[in-house]
């Protein structure tokens, strides 16, 4: 029986080694790496446009808010001079016209203020007693509480009377209720063109005529349009007593004529997403909660805007960005006045580049930039993000 076995092991040939194992594992290794360097042949292109474009003069820019421009005989002069382009807009000369001039707080003020330092005294209870704390982000929170109770103290007390707010208050003026009013309008104007109206369609395109002109267009109409001597709404101004009235005379006019034209120009924007939104949800739950007897409010409050919330807040931190640049109205309409009552940080900057202050200006800018950051980060922090989890 052994001779046997012998004799079938012997007729039954040999296992060969798979000799197209290495090389299909070469010919894989090859094909990846040619991947890799195609991915890298298309990507390294538009890194270096982004740095040529985005990065470097972020670093030059920086470099000139700690440095002093003259101009000298064959060209110009660039001393390096450290913070103090900053320290004359945070403590020197141009402190005030940075910062404003400080008033005092009145009852409502006193009230206003203990309201937002107890949300903000809130959110850290909040915090500290949920599941994801850790040192860090209460540190990081800590910062961020102490940040915005400031800019409240500063825009409170810049308000309040005898006081007079200086660039940084005027541009979160310009943002807080431009954006603001620019969503609710835009919400309202999508919910009408989102029913079966008639003539809906036409609406449709004409809510979208204003963006389609440019900003320095918008201004100069709308510097027209105020005009109560010889503008197109003369005989609206004679009927309400106001011939002689000059806009731009007074702060608070001149303010709410910028905030105007910046939402009539941008809200637009808001009503075109918002009615996307608002058609691509889902009609089924809509329909249900009205045969459950709902009412519109309920269905609005409790279905519409859940699911379009988190569109909502992409959509606002978009504009976040943007109305922090606002620049060609208050330019064109007031040129920044009266005085510096209607002129916006990156008006401030402008003014002072022109003036060839470019170490001020860019110290201005970068200022903006700290604020346009803190802002959205801490909106997507404390607002999106929760959306988003929720939805």
């Not at 001779?3 to 039954?12: C, H, T």
């Not at 309409?333 to 916006?344: C, D, F, I, M, V």
Request: glycine share 10%; with cysteine; hydrophobic share 55%.
């Amino acid at each position: 029986m052994a001779f046997e076995r012998d004799l079938r092991n012997q007729a039954q040939p040999e296992s060969q080694p798979d000799i197209t194992a290495p090389a299909s594992s070469r010919m894989h290794m090859l094909v990846s790496r040619a991947e890799r360097l195609a991915s890298a042949t298309f990507i390294w292109p538009a890194v270096l446009v982004v740095l040529c474009l985005s990065i470097f003069p972020l670093i030059i820019s920086l470099y000139l808010s700690l440095s002093r421009f003259q101009l000298a005989k064959g060209g110009f002069q660039i001393t390096f001079i450290g913070w103090l382009n900053y320290r004359k807009l945070l403590f020197g000369s141009e402190q005030t016209h940075f910062f404003g001039v400080l008033g005092g707080l009145s009852p409502a003020g006193w009230a206003a203020l203990a309201a937002i330092v107890g949300l903000l005294l809130a959110a850290l209870v909040r915090y500290g007693r949920g599941t994801q704390f850790s040192a860090g982000g209460l540190g990081w929170r800590i910062f961020g509480a102490i940040a915005a109770g400031g800019l409240a103290w500063l825009v409170i007390r810049t308000l309040s009377p005898g006081g007079r707010p200086g660039t940084l208050v005027v541009t979160l003026v310009y943002v807080a209720v431009g954006i603001c009013l620019q969503y609710l309008l835009g919400l309202g104007l999508a919910l009408l063109c989102a029913q079966r109206l008639p003539g809906r369609r036409f609406f449709r395109v004409v809510f979208l005529l204003p963006m389609m002109i440019t900003p320095v267009g918008v201004a100069y109409m709308f510097r027209m349009m105020a005009d109560t001597g010889v503008g197109p709404f003369r005989p609206l101004w004679v009927g309400l007593g106001l011939i002689n009235y000059s806009w731009v005379n007074y702060a608070w006019s001149a303010r709410a004529a910028v905030i105007i034209g910046d939402i009539w120009q941008w809200t637009p924007f808001m009503f075109i997403v918002l009615l996307a939104a608002l058609e691509g949800q889902s009609v089924e739950p809509i329909e249900a909660a009205l045969v459950d007897g709902a009412n519109r409010w309920q269905t609005f409050r409790y279905i519409t805007l859940p699911a379009i919330l988190p569109v909502s807040t992409t959509l606002v931190l978009i504009r976040l960005i943007e109305a922090f640049k606002i620049v060609e109205l208050p330019f064109v309409l007031t040129s920044g006045g009266p005085g510096t009552a209607t002129e916006s940080m990156t008006l401030h900057a402008y003014l002072a580049w022109r003036a060839q202050d470019l170490g001020g200006s860019a110290a201005v800018a970068f200022m903006l930039l700290v604020l346009v950051t803190f802002v959205c980060v801490s909106f997507v922090n404390l607002v999106r993000r929760r959306t988003t989890e929720a939805a």
